[in-house]
């Protein structure tokens, strides 16, 4: 299979802080991975795009000084929050893409919900 | 710029057959993909189909792709109350790495 996990799948935290999340493809290796947001009711809206060692690339309007995003290895990429707003609180999801084989398919994780204080 | 539209609701009862319709404007897309969201989850890939492709069966699913007028259809045979949730088609295009996302059809499936 090609399973996608994140960590924590549901934070609550209060204005000010920094929140980070995790995103680990757990049986294969994954190029690139993908961080979206989804408001209720809504689209998935890509924030970035990252492959591993190098930077990533945000989408237009995606703050990345308020987004980091870090991809130190091939199954694990992170998201951290930073200086968290009320407006930030949604449901960020990652996907991520295998190295080898595949059908350009992006497997998902299932998602973590964010709640700003 | 690309562009992938769906209808937003859709409700049949247990049993029927449930079609989920997809446009895009991409004429260079390479597959389209049709992922599954249940409430408060992340998205399922349930089947992709390449652009080269008319027709795609996977057991209860199948999937139709008309490229002349860029139309994708997700055929659900026996649906079940389980099948509820939000089902998003996307597309991706050589050249590109991202998914374009349509905005999801959510599919109500009564007793």
Redesign the interface.
Known sequence: GAVVSQHPSRVICKSGTSVKIECRSLDFQATTMFWYRQFPKQSLMLMATSNEGSKATYEQGVEKDKFLINHASLTLSTLTVTSAHPEDSSFYICSARKLAGGNNEQFFGPGTRLTVL | GEDVEQSLFLSVREGDSSVINCTYTDSSS??L?W?KQEP??????LT?I?SNMDMKQDQRLTVLLNKKDKHLSLRIADTQTGDSAIY?CAE?HSGY???T????TMLLVSP
């Open positions: 390479t597959y993909y992922y408060g989850a992340g998205l399922q890939l992709y390449f998003f991706i790495s991202t998914l996302f349509g905005k999801g």
